[in-house]
């Protein structure tokens, strides 16, 4: 049997769909939300991921700015830029890209932006707001996770959701998420012992471990949902996901590619985001 394929490229069309209507109602009101994005020093993926944000502000009507500084940018520097983005009244959005060089400490550039700038939900207030439940900027890979279930018409109220990766950007977040969505939650990462005996155990599998192909058959329950948010770029330059695609899919249920399925939720949720900002800015 071969699964039904979720596709990330087609739900992101259809919420930037949506998006670019919201733009034209607020641009009525002379309202343009606007994204700020700052990349320090020339690291090739970042570049590609800064690009493609620059692209879809574009496409959808956005403002953007995009700041590329030299790798030797100092702290002091780049913090005086995240203040000056939270002063300016024409951004409603700030990212940051990551990795930040050596030199430079990540969580204290994190921690000057802007609350309710932040649209990658990375400050502590709002990875805080999402814990306890209260209304926050959601982190944009998570919640595109969420939103590409919830569009496949998956149910995840009283499911198991097994959820492999326990980073801060993915595996704690989505976690957090799937509970809110109802589903019983169980996390495994690098240290848990007998994995697929509790993967098996999935009606829906989250990975988010960075290991090429690394999910096969085994550790899948027939008919469960397999959501793989893997970016892993191989030797020939093709990008693999953390799931053996080809043969989880004969015994999973619905089940995300790569590329094309969690990749480009994650740029449209920011995208929302950014949206979500500017209404309440200006609003
Ligand atoms: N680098 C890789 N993924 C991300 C992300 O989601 N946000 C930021 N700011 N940097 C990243």
Redesign the pocket.
Request: glycine share 0%.
């Given at each position: 049997m071969t699964a039904t394929i979720i596709s990330g490229k087609q739900v992101s069309e259809e919420i930037r769909g949506s998006i670019a209507v919201e733009v034209k109602a607020l641009a009525a009101k002379g309202v343009v939300p606007g994204l700020a994005v700052v990349l320090v020093g020339e690291d090739p993926a970042?570049q590609v991921?800064v690009r493609n944000k620059e692209k879809a502000c574009h496409d959808l009507g956005f403002y953007s700015e995009v700041h590329r500084l030299p790798a030797e940018t100092s702290q002091a520097d780049l913090l005086a830029l995240v203040e000056k983005l939270n002063s300016q009244n024409n951004i409603d959005g700030i990212?940051?890209?990551?990795?930040l060089p050596g030199h430079v400490d990540e969580k204290a550039v994190i921690n000057a932006i802007a609350v309710d700038k932040d649209v990658?939900g990375?400050h502590p207030v709002n990875v805080g707001n999402l814990v306890i439940g209260d209304d926050s900027l959601l982190?944009?890979?998570p919640a595109g996770v969420i939103e590409l279930i919830k569009r496949a018409g998956i149910s995840l109220s009283g499911k198991h959701a097994v959820v492999i990766g326990r980073s801060n950007?993915v595996g704690k977040p989505v976690s957090l998420l799937l509970q809110r969505e109802n589903a019983t939650v169980t996390m495994c990462h690098s240290r848990t012992a007998n994995m697929a005996e509790i993967t098996r155990q999935a009606d829906v599998l989250v990975v988010a471990i960075g290991r090429a192909n690394f999910i096969d058959a085994s550790y899948v329950k027939p008919g469960a949902v397999v959501i793989d948010v893997g970016m892993n770029r191989l030797d020939n330059g093709k990008l693999a996901g953390d799931v053996d695609f080809e043969s989880v899919k004969e015994v999973s249920g619905p089940i995300t590619p790569v590329p094309g399925g969690v990749g480009p939720m994650?740029i449209t949720m920011l995208m929302q985001n950014t949206l979500l900002a500017a209404k309440r800015h200006h609003g």
């Open positions: 970042s991921y990212l940051v890209q990551l990795p990658d990375f982190p944009c890979t950007i994650t």
